[in-house]
């Protein structure tokens, strides 16, 4: 999960990514923050599903299938989680938020 969210940041163009772990009583917390260009507003609500990129205007020849997020959201399901995508502080790009129980 953490692989697949460096190398999507990584691919978008981020320098710095920064991620967290916390654990509460009942759940841990990764957030995954950048410093790219963050999601564009009209992917905010798609990026999680399969074959979804962030630039239209990609050349086919450049890595990469849109699958990375839907993996990860995939996984993050599987173990009863939830995610969460926004753009923003602390870094000023993509922030990924991941919820998963603790039992």
Same mark, same amino acid.
Not at 28 to 35: K, N, S
């Given at each position: 999960m953490i692989a697949n969210?460096?190398?999507n940041s990584a691919a978008e163009g981020a320098t710095a990514l920064r991620v967290r772990v916390t654990? =509460?009583?009942r759940y841990?917390? +990764? $957030?995954?923050? #950048? #410093?790219g260009p963050g999601f564009p507003p009209r992917l905010l609500n798609s990026a +999680? $599903?399969?074959f979804?990129? =962030?630039d239209d205007t990609r050349r086919r020849d450049r890595s990469g299938s849109g699958l990375g997020l839907s993996i990860v959201r995939a996984v993050v399901i599987a173990h009863g989680g939830t995610i969460r995508l926004r753009n923003g502080e602390p870094l000023g790009g993509a922030v990924v938020t991941v919820r998963l129980p603790l039992d």
């Open positions: 969210l460096a190398a654990r =509460g009583r841990a917390m +990764l $957030e995954a923050a #950048d #410093d +999680l $599903e399969r979804v990129r =962030g």
